[in-house]
């Protein structure tokens, strides 16, 4: 809100400078966001939180003033031609909702001569950054910028039978606002209208057809109460939003309606030839000052001062409200309405605060004790940290993707997600980011193609993320997921260049694995979804599906338009977290040496490294602790369609230093099953 | 005689000169200084001399013998300080080989440096769920349905009337309905507002929320503890201001603003010339959010306070562009290591 520094002074006289005063209202709530000079004048744009209505007007402000610096309010002045005899009778107003507008003051001024506003009025209105329009429409906004109480003004000569309905809308009628634009109404709008049709919005925004023109010679002034959430729920259904209606929606002061009313008739009939109606004052005259009991030591124990109540009195007093005292410790306050915003104590304790000074309160140190009450860190939090320590360490780049999303009719059916289990955003900003996400893949593709688009052509990326979905009745769930995405080189030196394979995913979750101490893990070869069959495979721990890896299929890395292989892997956090040991336990290191046998071998392609280690280890039963392939090799001096490859088992017993002749012994045993089972060639 | 020094000395100077090591030196001592050395030779020649010579050309070959030693020295401190480079020399002015090192997030980055000044304090991490009930996001936190208090809450709604929570708040309430004060918490996450994306905005972005409730607990006690925590995080000199604010779920409210740290308070572009930077909002639980997870409001006390992640790194890293958090481009994450 805009709020000139000389307005404020015909309210209340103040030495302070603008700056100073700026300062003043920013530390008591009303922040102060600039202030700019105009022709002598320094106009500030105030910020009002929407508790405040009564802040939204010049002497509500100046309360504020009041009873920051101790100083005594000026009345606004209002003279009313004398009442005479002859006074014609005031409108005739009828409120059929009288829910929807508990008030409704309105009064004739006949004579009046519309021109443009004198200087003084016009600058006033202007200074509040709205534009002038005529005497009278100025008038009445000079009285809202004032009391805050917005009033309308009506060609009265051209209201239809002469008499005001205040009424909902009925489905079909229409109205032509001021702005020009024919409005729809129904029923859940409030209407001010005349014998036959609606004529204004009540509180949003008057008729184009009954305003106040230079031709107008009868004026029917409303001041009115309407009510917050009718207005709120009309004027967002119209999109319309007006100083007006901003002011109704928050609150005005009901008791104020006949005063402002009084205050504008009184500035209109200054003109010479004007003759004023009685006011018709229908509804409520508004509810009586509420009584709130503080009890002051309990104020100071919430704000850890000690205030003494004399001092709280004449801060609530400078605030405009009564205040008597109530017991030992107790203040009995009377809150008048402009202030509906103050129900209850704690709403009293906070303007004790404001107005004695934030700065003033001292900082301590809570004395609540926490210690021993559980870990400060959630077993998954941990778990999420040992993660990003391995993953970082590993080389990976964490990123934080949009877990909105366009819809991706593709990735729905690969996945074979149905419709229903897609959770949507059913007031999205765009349709590019519309649906919850059902995986971090996409997400983790965008970065690449980012990335690559930008010649960074090395993308070694993790999300610690959410993917979201729908159960079968309806209940929205989100899982935590760990997404890894590789591409390009993994190391690019004046010595050795080594691509991003497939491997450096697999070897950066078992990485992940010994750090959270999971040991019964496996990998399923096994086509998936979105992974090229050549190479992808299930993620199990024990029994349990836990995630995929593979090599991204080259039907979607081409709808993100990347050309390159990208390797990629998804885990299921929830099974990690449940996996997860996090306490070590010390073993005794081993007592006897251990022996290593080499076999080298030739092999057919089809037989696994899983089923080779699992058949030696079979063979040597505990005596083999590890079972090691090395130099894996294809092509020349190796039949087409075998390997060559060398497995190094180390043998070592618990109990005892294994002999030469045990070792070779197992050794053979080992070389004659291979040869056996897989037909190897042994070299 | 005279020559005879001359023609040594210059001599002497330039094989020193080009001795490559230390054994071609030590052989120079030899030649020169030694037992049978060439200056040794000519001091043994003195006692053949004139008396008047005797003296003089006797100071002259010692005053040689030093000059030599000295320039000796000097060759072998220069050998020393550039040694010759043995064949098989390894040039190591070309790069290391540096391990694999990636880098969290700088908003993980930003969540964890605020989380850790709050763990000093005793405070317990805790989490929540992104997609919430009205309940939760709003009922709960006293903000009620039809009034402009709420329109600083846009929100997206998903099917069911649940919604994606626009805050961390709704944590508070789920916290407090299962466990007892007295207690200190803080909570990061995710939170989502329909706002389009902007440099400064942005429809998903980050809070840490904070939460400490028990007998006694101060409007002090939230001043202390949260210019405990500007002051560990933005530095000892930096200067906190706590400016009444309107929140629904608190009361009294405040704003806190830390002075600028790009300009100290002078005012500049990055502070809208104010001086002040606008941190965090805070205030004393309402009685009504108690009242919301039956506590007694008449025991109890609390604060809380909550604050938007992405603006405080951008601030503390000096980005300038929010969008730049979700793009991922690894120059910019790579600068965080």
């Given at each position: 809100?805009?709020?000139s520094?000389?307005?404020?002074k015909?309210?209340i006289?103040f030495?302070?400078?603008?700056?100073?005063?700026?300062d003043?209202?920013?530390?008591a709530?009303?922040?102060?966001?600039g202030?700019?000079q105009?022709g002598g004048?320094?106009v500030?744009e105030?910020?009002i939180t929407s508790?405040?209505?009564?802040?939204?007007?010049?002497?509500?402000?100046?309360?504020?003033?009041?009873?920051?610096?101790?100083?005594?309010?000026?009345?606004?002045k209002?003279?009313?031609?004398?009442?005479?005899a002859?006074r014609?009778?005031?409108?005739?107003?009828n409120i059929?909702?009288?829910?929807g507008?508990p008030?409704?003051?309105?009064?004739?001024?006949?004579?009046?001569?519309?021109?443009?506003?004198?200087?003084?009025?016009?600058?006033?209105?202007?200074s509040?950054?709205m534009?002038?329009?005529?005497?009278?429409?100025?008038?009445?906004n000079?009285?809202m910028?004032?009391s805050?109480?917005?009033?309308h003004?009506f060609?009265?000569?051209?209201?239809?039978g002469?008499?005001?309905t205040?009424?909902?809308a009925?489905?079909?009628?229409e109205l032509?606002?001021?702005?020009?634009i024919?409005?729809?109404?129904?029923?859940?709008i409030l209407?001010?209208a005349d014998?036959?049709k609606?004529?204004?919005?009540a509180?949003?925004m008057g008729g184009r057809?009954?305003?106040?023109?230079?031709?107008?010679?009868?004026?029917l002034?409303?001041?009115?109460y309407?009510?917050p959430?009718?207005?709120?729920?009309?004027a967002r259904?119209l999109?319309i939003?007006?100083?007006?209606?901003?002011?109704f929606?928050?609150?005005?002061?009901?008791?104020?309606?006949?005063?402002?009313a009084?205050?504008?008739?009184?500035?209109?009939?200054?003109?010479?030839?004007?003759r004023?109606?009685?006011f018709a004052?229908?509804?409520s005259?508004?509810?009586k000052?509420?009584?709130i009991?503080?009890?002051?030591?309990?104020?100071?124990r919430?704000l850890?001062t000690?205030i003494?109540?004399a001092?709280c009195?004449?801060?609530?007093k400078?605030?405009?409200?009564?205040?008597?005292?109530?017991?030992?410790?107790?203040?009995?306050?009377s809150?008048?309405s402009?202030?509906?915003?103050?129900k209850?104590e704690?709403?009293?304790?906070?303007?004790?605060?404001r107005?004695?000074?934030y700065?003033?309160?001292?900082e301590?140190l809570?004395?609540?004790?926490?210690?021993?009450?559980g870990?400060?860190?959630?077993?998954?939090r941990?778990?999420e940290?040992?993660?990003r320590?391995?993953?970082?360490?590993?080389?990976?780049?964490?990123?934080?993707?949009?877990?909105?999303?366009?819809k991706?009719?593709?990735?729905?059916?690969?996945?074979?997600?149905p419709?229903?289990n897609v959770?949507k955003?059913?007031?999205?900003?765009?349709s590019?980011?519309?649906t919850?996400?059902?995986?971090?893949i996409?997400?983790m593709?965008?970065?690449?193609s980012?990335?690559?688009?930008?010649?960074?052509?090395?993308?070694?990326i993790?999300?610690?993320?959410?993917?979201?979905?729908?159960?079968?009745?309806?209940?929205?769930?989100?899982s935590?997921?760990l997404a890894?995405a590789?591409c390009?080189?993994?190391r690019?030196?004046?010595?050795?260049?080594?691509?991003?394979?497939i491997?450096?995913?697999?070897?950066?979750?078992?990485?992940?694995?010994?750090r959270?101490?999971?040991?019964?893990y496996?990998?399923?070869?096994?086509p998936?979804?979105?992974?090229s069959?050549a190479?992808?495979?299930?993620?199990?721990?024990?029994?349990?599906?836990v995630?995929?890896?593979?090599?991204?299929?080259k039907?979607?890395?081409?709808?993100?338009?990347?050309?390159?292989?990208?390797f990629?892997?998804?885990?299921?956090?929830?099974?990690?977290?449940?996996?997860?040991?996090?306490?070590?336990?010390?073993?005794?290191?081993?007592?006897f040496?251990?022996?290593?046998?080499?076999i080298s071998?030739?092999v057919?392609?089809?037989?696994?490294?899983a089923?080779i280690?699992?058949?030696i280890?079979?063979?040597?039963?505990?005596?083999?602790?590890?079972?090691?392939?090395?130099?894996?090799?294809r092509?020349?001096q190796v039949?087409?369609?075998?390997?060559?490859i060398?497995?190094?088992?180390?043998?070592?017993a618990?109990?005892?230093?294994?002999?030469?002749?045990?070792?070779?012994?197992?050794?053979?045993?080992?070389?004659?099953?291979?040869?056996?089972?897989?037909?190897?060639k042994?070299? | 005689?005279?020559?005879?020094?001359?023609?040594?000395?210059?001599e002497?100077?330039?094989?020193?000169?080009?001795?490559?090591?230390?054994?071609?030196?030590?052989?120079?001592?030899?030649?020169y200084l030694?037992?049978?050395?060439l200056?040794?030779?000519?001091?043994?020649?003195i006692?053949?001399?004139?008396?008047?010579?005797?003296?003089r050309?006797?100071?002259?070959?010692?005053a040689?013998?030093?000059?030599?030693?000295?320039?000796?020295?000097?060759?072998?401190a220069?050998?020393?300080?550039?040694?010759?480079?043995?064949?098989?020399?390894?040039?190591?002015?070309?790069?290391g080989f540096?391990?694999?090192?990636?880098?969290?997030?700088?908003?993980?980055k930003?969540?964890?440096?605020?989380?850790a000044t709050?763990?000093?304090?005793?405070?317990?991490?805790?989490?929540?769920?992104?997609?919430?009930?009205?309940?939760y996001?709003?009922?709960?936190l006293?903000?009620?349905?039809?009034?402009p208090?709420?329109d600083?809450?846009?929100t997206?709604y998903i099917?069911n009337r649940?919604?994606?929570?626009?805050?961390?708040s709704?944590?508070q309430?789920?916290?407090m309905?299962?466990?007892?004060?007295?207690?200190?918490?803080?909570?990061?996450?995710?939170?989502?507002?329909?706002?389009a994306?902007?440099?400064?905005?942005?429809?998903?972005?980050?809070?840490?929320?904070?939460?400490?409730?028990g007998?006694?607990?101060?409007?002090a006690?939230?001043?202390?503890a949260?210019s405990?925590f500007?002051?560990s995080?933005f530095?000892?000199?930096?200067?906190?201001?706590?400016?009444?604010?309107?929140?629904?779920?608190?009361e009294?409210?405040?704003?806190?603003?830390?002075s600028?740290?790009?300009?100290?308070?002078?005012?500049?572009?990055v502070c809208?010339?104010?001086?002040?930077?606008?941190i965090l909002?805070c205030?004393?639980?309402?009685?009504?959010?108690?009242?919301?997870?039956?506590?007694?409001?008449?025991?109890y006390?609390g604060?809380?306070?909550?604050?938007?992640v992405?603006?405080?790194?951008?601030?503390?890293?000096g980005?300038n562009?929010?969008r730049?958090?979700?793009?991922n481009?690894?120059?910019?994450?790579?600068?965080?290591?």
């Open positions: 809100m805009k709020v520094y000389n307005w404020l015909e309210y006289s030495g302070a400078d603008p700056a100073a005063l700026a003043k209202l920013t530390m709530g009303l922040e102060v966001k202030i700019e105009k004048d320094s500030y105030i910020e508790n405040r209505p009564d802040w939204l007007c010049l002497y509500g402000i100046a309360h504020e003033i009041q009873a920051l610096y101790g100083l005594k309010m000026k009345p606004i209002t003279s009313l031609p004398k009442a005479s002859k014609a009778p005031g409108p005739s107003i059929e909702d009288k829910k507008c008030r409704y003051v309105g009064v004739v001024i006949d004579g009046v001569q519309v021109g443009v506003s004198p200087k003084d009025l016009a600058s006033r209105v202007e509040a950054g534009r002038q329009v005529n005497n009278i429409v100025d008038i009445t000079f009285c910028m004032e805050g109480q917005p009033m003004a060609d009265y000569d051209k209201l239809e002469g008499r005001i205040v009424r909902r009925r489905k079909g009628e032509v606002t001021i702005d020009g024919k409005r729809q109404l129904d029923g859940d209407v001010i014998a036959s609606p004529v204004a919005i509180g949003v057809d009954t305003e106040v023109g230079f031709s107008t010679k009868k004026v002034l409303e001041s009115a309407f009510d959430v009718l207005v709120r729920r009309g259904k999109g939003s007006s100083e007006a209606s901003y002011r929606e928050r609150n005005v002061d009901i008791c104020g309606c006949l005063k402002a009084e205050r504008a008739v009184s500035m209109i009939c200054a003109a010479r030839g004007t004023v109606s009685k004052d229908s509804g005259k508004g509810p000052n509420i009584k009991k503080l009890n002051v030591s309990g104020a100071n919430i850890g000690s003494p109540a001092k009195a004449a801060i609530l400078g605030l405009g409200l009564g205040v008597k005292a109530s017991g030992k410790d107790g203040l009995l306050v809150v008048p402009f202030r509906r915003d103050l209850t704690i709403d009293l304790v906070e303007e004790i605060a107005i004695y000074g700065d003033r309160i001292p301590t809570s004395k609540i004790q926490t210690w021993g009450k870990s400060q860190k959630s077993h998954d941990i778990v940290e040992a993660a320590e391995v993953l970082t360490g590993a080389g990976l780049n964490e990123v934080i993707t949009y877990a909105l999303r366009c991706d009719p593709y990735v729905q059916k690969a996945l074979s997600i419709d229903d959770l955003v059913q007031n999205p900003l765009s590019e980011s519309e919850l996400r059902s995986a971090l996409c997400g593709l965008d970065v690449v980012h990335n690559l688009n930008r010649k960074v052509s090395d993308v070694s993790f999300e610690l993320g959410k993917s979201y979905s729908c159960s079968g009745d309806g209940t929205p769930c989100e935590g997921v890894i590789l390009g080189m993994k690019k030196d004046w010595h050795a260049k080594e691509a991003a394979d491997f450096d995913v697999k070897g950066v979750i078992e990485a992940l694995f010994d959270l101490g999971i040991k019964d496996s990998f399923e070869v096994k998936l979804p979105l992974l069959p190479a992808s495979a299930v993620v199990k721990i024990g029994p349990q599906q995630g995929a890896i593979g090599r991204v299929d039907a979607l890395l081409d709808r993100f338009d990347i050309k390159g292989a990208v990629a892997g998804e885990l299921d956090l929830s099974a990690i977290y449940a996996a997860a040991k996090l306490d070590r336990k010390f073993t005794e290191l081993p007592r040496p251990s022996a290593v046998r080499d071998l030739i057919d392609d089809k037989a696994g490294n089923e280690t699992g058949t280890k079979e063979t040597c039963g505990a005596l083999a602790i590890n079972v090691v392939p090395f130099d894996l090799y092509g020349e039949p087409k369609g075998c390997k060559s060398l497995y190094s088992v180390e043998y070592r618990p109990d005892r230093t294994l002999t030469d002749e045990e070792v070779n012994s197992l050794d053979g045993k080992v070389r004659e099953i291979l040869v056996r089972k897989f037909g190897a042994i070299r | 005689m005279l020559e005879k020094i001359k023609a040594i000395e210059a002497a100077n330039n094989e020193i000169k080009s001795a490559g090591d230390s054994k071609a030196l030590d052989d120079l001592r030899i030649k030694g037992r049978k050395g200056v040794t030779e000519l001091l043994g020649q006692s053949s001399l004139s008396a008047e010579e005797k003296p050309l006797g100071k002259e070959l010692n040689l013998k030093v000059r030599i030693d000295e320039a000796m020295r000097a060759r072998q220069e050998l020393a300080s550039s040694p010759v480079l043995p064949k098989d020399h390894t040039d190591l002015t070309l790069p540096r391990p694999p090192s990636g880098t969290t997030h700088p908003l993980t930003t969540i964890g440096e605020i989380l709050f763990l000093g304090m005793g405070f317990k991490v805790v989490e929540g769920p992104e997609i919430e009930t009205e309940f996001n709003f009922e709960a006293n903000i009620a349905l039809d009034h208090s709420r600083a809450f846009d997206f099917k649940y919604l994606l929570r626009s805050h961390t709704p944590v309430v789920r916290f309905e299962t466990e007892k004060p007295p207690f200190k918490i803080v909570v990061p996450g995710k939170v989502y507002r329909p706002d994306v902007d440099a400064s905005h942005s429809f998903m972005f980050h809070q840490v929320e904070g939460l400490v409730v007998e006694g607990v101060t409007f006690d939230l001043k202390g949260l405990m500007i002051r995080y530095g000892e000199n930096a200067k906190v201001r706590f400016r009444p604010h309107f929140f629904p779920f608190t009294p409210s405040a704003e806190v603003d830390v600028c740290f790009i300009c100290g308070g002078k005012g500049c572009s809208g010339r104010k001086g002040w930077l606008e909002g205030g004393m639980v309402h009685p009504n959010v108690f009242k919301a997870v039956k506590y007694d409001a008449k025991r006390t604060f809380a306070f909550g604050m938007g992405e603006r405080i790194a951008m601030l503390k890293y980005i562009d929010m730049l958090f979700f793009e481009d690894m120059r910019f994450l790579g600068q965080f290591k």
